[in-house]
Each structure stands twice: as C-alpha cells, then as structure tokens.
C-alpha cells in the first residue's frame, strides 16, 4: 500500500539513490563490495538521523517503488539491513529491475558515460535508469561474488552459466591493455563459454597472448612449440594434452612457470578421465601446488588414478596409506599398491616395495627380496633404489657384504643428486670404505648433500669443520652447520650443538642452552646425550640438580649400549647417587663398560676387584684391568698401576715402573698421582730423592683440591722442605686442608699460633 511521505523523506530517498548509484559505480573493489557498501549505507543513516528499518519500509511502500527502488531494496534484503535477511527476494528484485524496459538512447550509451547525466535529477527516467544501472551491478556481484577473486576481480571459473557483461567488459578492455592475467582468463571464458559463446579459436589466441612476453625468446622453441600445439587439443578438451599443459605449467617447459595454472589444467584432465592428470591432481593437492594443501582430495584423486590403472597412482596410493595421508594408515594395504605398482614397472613403487620388505611394512620383513626390488628400481634408474642398495651391499643386507659395490652404487645415487647418496659417498670416502680414503672428497660430498638439504649430512660437515677434516679447521662453520642440522631434528647434532655451548665451541659457552640441546637430543634418542643430560643433573650445569633424574638418564643411556653411561649408572650404584647403593649393580655395569671398550669402567672395574667391591677380591685381575686403563691413556689407572707397583698390588713390586706410571698419570692432571709423585721425589722411591721437586707436585695437587696434599704443602712451609720455610704460607695450606677434613691440621695450626 502507498502511505504519505513528507517532503524531507522523499528527497532522502532520492538523495540517497543518486549517492549510492555514485558510490557503486565507483566501486573497485570488489572483493570487499558488500562490506563496503554496507558500512557506507550504515554511515549515510546515521548521518542523517535515519533508521535502516524505516527506510526500507518507505522504498517498499513508495507510489515509485517499482521503477526506482527495487535495486536498493534488494541491497537491503541481500544484506539484512534493515533487520530483514531474504537473499531469494534480493535476487527476485534484482531481476525485476534489469527487466524494466530503459530508454533506447540511454541503453546505447557507452557504459562509462551512462552517469553523467547530471540533469534534472528528479526527472522519473532519470531515476529509473540509476535504478536499473545499479540492479544490473548488484546482480552481477551476487552472481560472481565468489569468482571474481583476484586484483582486477577477473578470475572466472565455471561454477554459473549467468553471463556479466559489465565484467566482461572490463575483463576484455583489461586484456586489450596487455594484462597477462586478465588475457588468460578471458580465454579461459572463451573456451568453456563462460559469460560469452564458446570460441576455440579466440581461446587459443588469447592463450598464446598471455604468455607473450619480450623474455620469452629464452624458452626452448622445441618446447614452446609442442606447448602450443598441445595447448590447442587442450583447448579442445582433450584430457591427455591438459594434463600435458598442466605438466607444462607446473615445469615451466615450453612457458613460463605458473602453479595455479597448472593445477587447473590438471583439474580440468582429471575430470575428463585421464588417469595421469588425476594423478598429478592428486599430487597438486597433498603437497600445496597451485592450491591449498587438501590431504583427503590428494588422496581421492590418487584412488581414482590407481583403480584406473597408473603405476604412479597406485604408488602414490600405497604412500598415502602407508603414512595415513588423507585416509586412515594401513600398511596392508600400502604394501598391496606398492606390489602393484612395482609389477607395472614403476620404478618407484619398485623401490618402496623393496622398503616394505626390508622394515616390514605390510609384510613379513624379508631382506633378500628387499634386495631384488631395490636391485629392479636402481637398474631401472631410481636414485633412492640406488643409494638403498648401496646400504644392502654395505651392511650385507639381503646380499653378501660388498664395500666396493655399495660404494659404486652410492656414487651412482649421488650424481644423479640423492643427497641421502651424496651424504653415503662422503662416508665411504672419509672412512674409506669401498675406496681410498680421501678426506678432501669426503667433505665435498658432505656438502653437497647438506646444501641438498640432508640433515645427517650437515651433521658430518660440522664435523669435518670442527675437526680441520677436508677442509681448514673453523668452529663457527662447525657451529652453524650443527645448528641448521639440530633445528632439521639431527640428534646427533643437538649432541654436538650441545657440546659446542658446554666448551664455546665456534659461539660463547652457556651451560643453560647446551643443556636444552643434550635434553632436545635425548629425547630423540640419542644415548650419548641421555649419559650427557644425565652429568648435567648430576652435577647442576645449566639445570637445577637432581640426582634422580640424573640416574633415570644413565640408566636410558646404558640401556641403549652407551659405554660411559653403563660406566656412569655403575658409579651411581657404587656411590647411591639417585638410588640405594648396590656394589653388586655396580660390578655389573661397570663390566658391561668395560667390555664395550670405556677406560675408566676399566679403572673402576679394577678397584672393584682390588678391595673386592661387589665381586671377590682378586689382585691380579685388578692389575690386568688398571694396566688396560692406563694404556688406554685413563689417568686414574695409570695412578692405580702406579700404586700396585709401588706396593705389589697383583704384581711383582716396582718402585721403578710406579714412579714412571704415577708420573704419566701426573702430567695428565691425576691430582692423587701428582700427591703419590711427590711423595717419591720426597723419599727417593723409584727415582732420586728431590725435595724441590716434591714440593712442585705436592702443590700441584694442593692447588688441585687434594686435601692431603695441601696438608704436605704446609709441611713443607712450615719445615722449610724443597721450599723456604714461612709461617703465614704454612697455616694457610693447614686451614685448607682442616677445611677440607683433615684433623691434625688443626694441631699443626695450634703451634703456628
């Protein structure tokens, strides 16, 4: 029904019609138009004291509605402004205002002069043709919302039949102009008919045209040709030459490189029923090409590439449910795609079929027919095959042990740029294994693989800094390189990154980060770190102490055949650091240690048998077990060996031979063997008397901490032995040495004072 208006609203809703006409002609962009507009319709209210409700009640109840309104009122409802949300009545009213007849010569006008028409603006034509102009934009934006997507707002794809001709009318005048963008998707609509009729040939044209460019000369002719010949079969829907122009744009071969135009080349492949192209749909979407990453699609895609029959497909497939990649993981079933695959020659199902049969994935683990697949996929040229053969050869898995051919399958992996190859040629050849070795080829191959990405690999070429191996020695390279590999997730480099922070190696000492490095690295595993992190606790560095903790770590560590944690768990039993005290335990792991080579479990082993500490006393299995420690350079055993020669200890006495031992294990800093040299040269015991010199080793191993020592060194103050006597010098090595447990220091002190 038609209700009375006052003056003042009338000219409102003109006013307000003539604006908005303004503003959305204006309009660029459309990404954001219905915000824009709304918020600017919200504004206009508010400024003019107007409620949306109100407003939209007077456009609908206006004796003119019909003819000048209907676009607004649609704006209104699509939006709910005005607290009514109906999108079917927007789209209703939309098409009601484009089917108002317009005047002939306003209709003829070119679109861009259509609002100049600057006279009598209450004139009803004038009105009704703002009207229909904005109906006609507003239409166009409710269809295409969704599809006009990039800068310009072109980026059309087939999801409507419903033509924009103002859109289409940009989109053309855009790639007359030589937008490359706006020229490919207009070909785009050329070709499926988009908005327009279909034209192969215009498709083709302005196809050709978006990848002109004045570079393009340095594309290979032979490619660009092949390129557009397949391009117009593409064009002509077929699905094998799409697949070929996705590939194409995917690998910048015979174009240039474009991802998303690969993936919709790939799209339009797949779902014309080409297994290749659902195939490589399938890989667009599991590894982000030109497309959000959507694991559930790659594998969808996958699944109809495998049942189709493509080996890759099918290998893919076998991959997906191997890892439960957009599917839940099955290794049954990953090992049944994978035999697929392999028995349809793809070389690289060959090869994973080989890894299922060596780790036993979906299959009983079986090493000889590991081999074979591995032996299949490497001859067929597969580098991964190649580089896993060389393991079987190295290790003798599957086949007899073969160092030369596991190096001359290795090298072939590592040209063909495996850098899991290149990091096994670098071993071979820094260890010598299959080759001469040639620490000079060995970080050369390190370094390939590492810049290739190879975690291990950049492991070993911290090494080959820190250790001046190939190369000059320098720390901060080795730092850096440990560093990138601890962040890849390499525990032995969190290992060595953490050593690096202990002893400000190639950066600056911090006890806190090198604890954080020997726990990230224990965690993953590595028993080198788990005795590490163990010392840590034990001893407070860079955490707070815990002695528990610190035996949970040594017994992790011991577990997993750690010497020097089996040697540190045997210490924590003998001493009961973080559990009850067990000399039987102790005996035990310090044998396990020992027998895997550590040179104080063999030192400790030894004191075990020599006071009979969790085992029978025996003397002579002590000496053979001190005498092993200390040629392996232990200066504990060297000062034990000392000491069964000085006293027969389990051989015949020596105070020769104990002098020479206690000296070694002296120099190599044995504040004990520094006390028990001393005491030699102080009694002539294996080498002449020589106070001087016993005072020099008694205050070596005073200033070490000994407390016996420092007891000695007073001594020698106050008596004047190998030194001058002074009284201050003197009671200051007793108040050490009663400080540190000795009690007769105290006497001695008492007749200083």
Known sequence: MNINLSKDDKDFLKNILRDFYHKIIEMKDFNNFEKILSEWIKNYLENNNKNSKKILELMENHKKSKFWFTSLIGFFYQLGIGDYLDKKKALELYLLTINIEIEKDVLNEDFNKLHLIDVNLDSFNLLRNKNVIIGKYLLSLFYYKDIILDIEGFNFNQRTENSNQNELIKLLKLAKDGDSDAQYNLAICYMDGIGIQK????????????????????????????????????????????????????????????????????????????????????????????????????????LKSAKGGNVEGQCYLGYCYENGIGTDKDEIKAFEWYLESAEGESIEGQCNLGYCYENGIGIDKDEIKAFEWYLESAENGNETAQNNLGDCYHHGKGTDKNEEKAFDWYYESAISGCAEGQCNLGFCYANGIGTDKDEGRAFVWYLESAENGNIIAQNHLGDCYANGEGTEKNEKKAFEWYLKSAIAGCSSAQYNLGYCYTFGIGTDKNEVKAFEWYLESAENGNKMAQNYIGYCFENGIGTDKNEKTAFEWYFESANAECADGQCNLGFCYANGIGTDKNEIKAFEWYLKSAEN???????????????????????????????????????????????CYENGIGTDKNEKKAFEWYLKSAENGNIMAQNNLGCCYESGIGVYKNEKKAFEWYLKSAEGGRAVSQDYIGDCFYYGIGTYKDNDKAAYWYKKALDNGIEEAKNKLDNIY
């Open 199 to 302: 034209d192969e040939k215009k498709a083709y044209g302005w196809f050709l045209k978006s990848e002109q460019s004045k570079h393009l000369d340095i594309l290979n002719k032979h490619d660009k040709e092949e390129f557009e010949r397949d391009l117009k079969l593409a064009i002509a829907n077929n699905p094998l030459a799409q697949n070929y122009v996705g590939y194409c744009y995917e690998n910048g071969k015979g174009v240039y490189k474009n991802e998303e135009r690969a993936f919709e080349w790939y799209m339009k492949s797949a779902e014309g029923g080409n297994i290749e192209g659902q195939c490589n749909l399938g890989y667009c979407y599991e590894n982000g090409i030109g497309t959000d990453r959507n694991e559930t699609s790659a594998f969808e895609w996958y």
């Open 597 to 643: 080579g550590n040179i104080n479990a063999q030192n400790n082993l030894g004191d075990c048998y020599q006071y009979g500490k969790g085992i029978e006393k025996n003397e002579k299995k002590a000496f053979k077990l001190y005498f092993e420690s200390a040629n392996a350079e232990c200066a504990e055993g060297q000062c034990n060996l000392g000491y």
